[in-house]
């Protein structure tokens, strides 16, 4: 893998890793990183024509993460959300006008009182053409912001399914959890995730 800097954030290119399991027929993957991610999940599965969302943990270095080891700051990853989408009904460029409407890109490490590493700012790309989307996305996003965008934009490696708990959490719980921004009201973080 070679790091390219391209303006204000990083995009790293490689060839696609194989991965395993697949989505719904006719799906595309795509995959963010915008703090915790109970209410990043939250946010992609409104959407219509998303089809299936997973929580859990990518762009580190050791394989099958914890909970625990990830927020430990001892494998590089970021805590993201695996989104399966039904091209026909919503596009990847949609996806990303919600993925920089539900988080401050600007910050680094941090989304509201959530900080670590963990929860950084990252789009992992599945393919060139996705690469090239975020990048123009990030130009445009920039061009309406003063602070600097620090989202990192990178090649999707390894995606690992976190424990069942955080699956379709703030559902499961019927209440806010984390510092994203849902149908445009931020919502206030009231437990790690």
Not at 58 to 76: I, L
Not at 85 to 92: L, N, T, W
Request: glycine residues 10%; contains cysteine; charged residues 15%.
């Amino acid at each position: 893998m070679f790091k390219v800097s391209q303006q204000n954030s990083t995009v790293s290119q490689a060839l696609p890793p194989p991965f395993e399991g697949h989505g719904p027929d006719g799906a595309e993957r795509a995959t963010f990183a915008a703090g915790c991610f109970w209410g990043v999940e939250a946010a992609f599965r409104q959407i219509p024509g998303v089809l299936q969302t997973a929580a859990g943990y990518t762009g580190g270095h050791v394989p099958n993460p914890t909970y625990r080891q990830v927020c430990g700051h001892r494998t590089g990853h970021a805590e993201a959300v695996e989104v399966w989408f039904d091209p026909a009904q919503v596009s990847y460029a949609q996806l990303l006008e919600t993925f920089w409407r539900i988080h401050n890109p600007t910050s680094r490490n941090r989304q509201g009182l959530d900080f670590g590493s963990q929860y950084r700012s990252a789009i992992f790309c599945h393919g060139a053409d996705q690469q090239a989307l975020a990048v123009a996305a990030r130009d445009a996003e920039q061009s309406a912001r003063r602070r600097r965008i620090v989202t990192q934009i990178t090649a999707a490696s390894a995606f690992y399914r976190a424990e069942e708990y955080h699956q379709r959490y703030q559902e499961k719980h019927g209440h806010a959890s984390c510092a994203v921004t849902i149908g445009g009201q931020a919502q206030p973080t009231t437990s790690p995730g």
